[in-house]
């Protein structure tokens, strides 16, 4: 279809005036019939990629979708721009599938959310099989495969969806894809026939930081005092840090909400609703919250342990700065962190293929934990992608200080040798500054040679080594002997001589760099901003009476906008992004008539 056409009818339906970049080229690969897999970076607008086509093709279009919470805010977004979309999903009345169906397969609606456990069941893939169905779209692709950050078995059964509408169009996106789950992911939805886009992973506005883990909530609060106005999302491991972190900051004067799969899916429901519409919440979670998140405005994610994979640490990062503003990443990491990581592995369902696969994905992230160069070059490069220093991150602001630790690493080296390589990193630890314990007494490791030889050496020097002797693959930790750190082949060449161990310099004054992140609206002038706030309050209030996102009627930017330039006429009001036919009919009265006013109280 020819561009300028697209253009009309992004501008028409949607209220844009431009494509962003590399949805042009998706778009068009999809009228032509391609099958696709598009890896797009979050905010890059993945989800327009695939309903434009879906508008403007002849017959109906099928959106597998992972979470109702996905469903809901995209078919609102689309019944908000006045198309027809129909969603089924487990969390409406039997009656309302019922007829949500019924209006689809009459072609009332042209294009249908479902889960891929509903679609594929044989009832329901026999009745769409009588309906003329163009494209099916994976949204959320990384889950079909047991290599990607969120695999659910129920993607699988996606794999014969070519088999059974060999005439469809496959169109599969994800926001996070290294190569091997890309092929992987291809090879399941049309036998690797599928054109490959990747439109790249970087995310420049967002600042890169790791931090050691020491006092997590005395340092957690230290760093969201000054983003006490903002949107954040703060991510645990477990429901009962989450439980306690969020009680530790509301008992500091934050307003925070636990979310977890603890907790009822009534509270889970209304946490994520609040989120949307407060700009001022701090979401503490585990991994249940975040996906198909589409708030803009999310100023930072902090985790306070290691994530699971680099896949998942970037697509958890991605919820952050979706506006394109700048916003803030930091992890605080310890030792005891990667060993239970790799616990969770070894502990986990798969084969050992898989369970090798999932180590080396921890090994990615570890090596992002400790590198000493760019962190952004760390990141990027597991996808395969290459950048110069980006000057947006805490190495690359405050380059940390290397310096050569082979004496020091090699009292490590030579005290787990003596001791059998039988015992964990606190033990270790432990034996090499002389500390007077009852296992160290009971096991006598107090007459070893290795006994005291680093006393003058502080406890987060060792634990600092022990983590880059790790991922430097000196090092490894056994968890079939209970999580004991053993010696690697490469541990020799420290030992004889032939290596040294070059280290980042453990100071607790090196903590805590970050970037202060702007603090929302800040640089908008005052009379906009009153403007703006009361734009805000019109906007909750028909979100409200709707009962839809905030963000569906019309986003923060498109509000900025018209704070600045007080659209008075039609032709005005229609030049604010987002603005289309649909959404000029419904909102150009309510808002010129609050910018009427106020100007009129100005005078």
């Known amino acids: 279809m020819n561009p300028n056409i697209l253009n009309e009818k992004l501008n028409q339906i949607f ?47 099928i959106v597998v979708s992972p979470l109702v919470a996905l469903m809901e805010d995209q078919t609102a977004v689309l019944r908000d721009v006045g198309i027809n979309v129909g969603v089924i999903h487990s969390g409406m009345q039997r009656d309302q599938n019922i007829q949500e169906w019924k209006r689809f397969s009459a072609g009332e609606s042209k294009i249908l959310y479902l889960s891929p456990e509903r679609l594929m069941q044989e009832r329901m893939l026999a009745y769409i099989k009588k309906l003329q169905i163009d494209m099916f779209v994976i949204d959320e692709a990384h889950c079909i495969t047991k290599w990607g950050a969120g695999f659910r078995p129920d993607y699988e059964a996606l794999s014969r969806l070519k088999e059974l509408f060999p005439d469809a169009i496959i169109a599969a996106f994800t926001a996070t894809a290294d190569k091997a789950t890309r092929a992987d992911i291809v090879e399941k939805l049309s036998g690797g026939n599928s054109q490959i886009i990747v439109r790249g992973f970087d995310r420049p506005n967002l600042f890169l930081s790791v931090n050691q883990k020491h006092d997590t909530k005395i340092n957690l609060l230290s760093y969201l005092k000054s983003r006490k106005k903002q949107c954040g999302i703060v991510y645990c491991l477990s429901r009962k840090e989450t439980d306690e972190t969020t009680a530790y900051l509301i008992q500091h004067g934050f307003n925070a909400l636990a979310y977890h799969a603890g907790k009822p899916a009534d509270y889970r429901k209304e946490a994520q609703e609040r989120f949307m519409a407060v700009d001022d919440l701090v979401m503490v979670a585990t991994i249940a919250f975040g996906m198909g998140i589409d708030k803009a405005n999310i100023r930072y994610v902090v985790h306070t342990s290691l994530p699971g994979s680099i896949e998942s640490f970037y697509q958890e990062i991605g919820r952050s700065g979706r506006d394109g503003n700048p916003s803030d990443t930091i992890m605080f990491y310890g030792l005891s962190d990667i060993v239970k990581r790799q616990k969770m592995i070894f502990d986990g369902e798969g084969d050992e293929k898989f369970k090798l696969f999932e180590y080396k994905r921890l090994e990615a992230l570890i090596g992002y934990c400790e590198t000493t160069n760019c962190r952004r070059k760390a990141l990027l490069a597991y996808f395969d992608e290459e950048i110069d220093h980006c000057g947006n991150c805490d190495n690359c602001l405050n380059p940390p200080t290397v310096e050569d630790y082979t004496l020091q690493a090699n009292m490590l080296i030579s005290t787990i040798q003596q001791t059998g390589q039988y015992f964990g990193t606190n033990h270790i630890v432990d034996i090499v500054r002389g500390a007077e314990t009852a296992k160290i007494r009971s096991k006598k490791h107090q007459l070893l040679q290795c006994y005291g030889l680093g006393k003058k050496y502080p406890k987060s020097l060792f634990q600092s080594l022990l983590r880059q002797l790790i991922a430097s693959g000196f090092l490894r930790v056994n968890l079939a002997k209970y999580g004991a750190v053993q010696l690697t082949q490469d541990a020799e060449y420290i030992q004889n001589g032939q290596k040294l161990f070059h280290a980042r310099i453990v100071s607790k004054n090196s903590d805590h760099i970050s970037k202060a992140t702007i603090v929302e609206d800040a640089d908008i002038p005052d009379n906009d901003l009153d403007l703006l706030q009361i734009l805000k309050k019109l906007r909750l209030k028909i979100s409200r009476d709707k009962n839809v996102p905030a963000f569906v009627v019309f986003t923060d930017q498109s509000l900025r906008e018209m704070a600045a330039s007080r659209p008075q006429t039609e032709k005005e009001f229609e030049k604010i992004k987002g603005v289309g036919q649909k959404k000029l009919k419904q909102y150009f009265l309510p808002f010129t008539d609050v910018i009427r006013e106020y100007l009129d109280n100005k005078l």
């Open 15 to 61: 209220g844009y005036k431009d494509f962003l970049p590399g949805q042009l080229e998706i778009i068009q690969h999809i009228m032509l019939g391609s099958d696709i897999l598009a890896v797009m970076p979050t905010g890059a607008g993945k989800s327009l990629c695939f309903q434009l086509p879906a508008i403007l093709h002849k017959g109906q279009t």
